[in-house]
């Protein structure tokens, strides 16, 4: 669900509880509540503001929860080791030719001991592959 949908789910809910629980504090007839209309109006609207306070928080709590990004996948990272005479080649993009889709935030990570190689490539990488060197 959008954030902004949800803002306005909070904000609905509280008012409707507000207008609810004002309704329900005014037109109850228990015998504790005071006798004039001034008093019972003030008690009606503090029960109704504590009331739609605690929905407020409590949809207020989801509606600012962080969701992920709908469409968007999380890009992650690419891990590698070359030791000895070991060799890594990371492309981020497509190796060859045209394909997919590469998240935006997808990172490239390798390391290089003794005599190992690294080769990363930022985007696409149409030389043919990591032996067309």
Request: proline share 4%; aromatic share 8%.
């Amino acid at each position: 669900m959008v954030r902004s949908v949800r803002w306005l789910v909070a904000v609905a809910a509280a008012v409707v509880t507000f207008g609810v629980c004002l309704w329900a504090g005014r037109s109850a007839a228990w015998g504790w509540l005071p006798a004039g209309d001034a008093e019972r109006w003030g008690v009606a609207a503090a029960f109704a503001a504590v009331a739609a306070g605690a929905v407020g928080m409590a949809v207020g709590w989801w509606a600012g929860r962080e969701s992920p990004v709908e469409g968007r996948e999380d890009g992650g990272s690419i891990e590698a080791q070359a030791t000895g005479h070991g060799r890594v080649d990371q492309v981020r993009g497509h190796r060859g030719g045209p394909g997919g889709a590469v998240p935006d935030n997808l990172r490239l990570n390798a390391k290089a001991s003794e005599y190992g190689q690294v080769r990363q490539t930022g985007g696409d990488d149409h030389s043919g592959g990591p032996d067309s060197r």
